[in-house]
């Protein structure tokens, strides 16, 4: 399964998001672009896109941005790779108006396996929350030169490495 850049660049957007949650923060679309070195033009249609699905919300204006519609902890990276991916045929079989341009479609059992490794690939993706696709959210906001964000570290890492949230001799 390959991923387009446009799903790849709406991740990316989501997880700014994220680190900006806690707070309510929105962000613009030049500020996501600086952060990531990526073109504001492929932003601005992502952006509009997920805020047509009801992923984000919009204001305009000087204080204008965008923001989660939900907590990090509610959103699924599956969701959000549906929204993105307009194609998951992995062979042009899976594509019904193509498929009788194969010779041996009639005997193929191959598609009906492709089928369920996709939804195998969804599944897995649907298990993942955008809280927990940010491995270490300090290490991601100062990269990505967003403020400190420890909420974002999944409930079950903190009590499990302390109050702090880090476990001794491990580095975020």
């Known amino acids: 399964m390959h991923l387009t850049v446009y ?41 509009h896109e997920l805020s047509q699905v009801g992923l984000i919300e919009t204001t305009r204006g000087r204080a204008g941005g965008a923001r989660l519609a939900r907590a990090p902890g509610e959103i699924s990276v599956g969701e959000i790779v549906r929204v993105a991916e307009k194609d998951f045929s992995v062979v042009r079989c899976h594509d019904m108006s193509v498929a009788h341009g194969c010779a041996i479609f009639p005997a193929c059992n191959l598609r009906r396996r492709l089928y369920r490794a996709v939804d195998a690939f969804l599944h897995e993706l649907d298990t993942m929350t955008l809280r927990e696709a940010i491995a270490a959210p300090t290490v991601a906001a100062s990269v990505l030169g967003v403020a400190d964000r420890r909420e974002l570290v999944p409930v079950a890492v903190s009590r499990a490495h302390g109050a702090t949230g880090r476990r001794a001799g491990v580095r975020s």
């Open 7 to 47: 799903t790849d660049y709406t991740l990316r957007v989501m997880m700014y998001l994220a680190l900006k949650y806690p707070d309510g923060d929105v962000a613009t679309i030049d500020e996501i672009a600086a952060a990531y070195g990526i073109s504001r033009n492929h932003l601005t249609k992502i952006v």
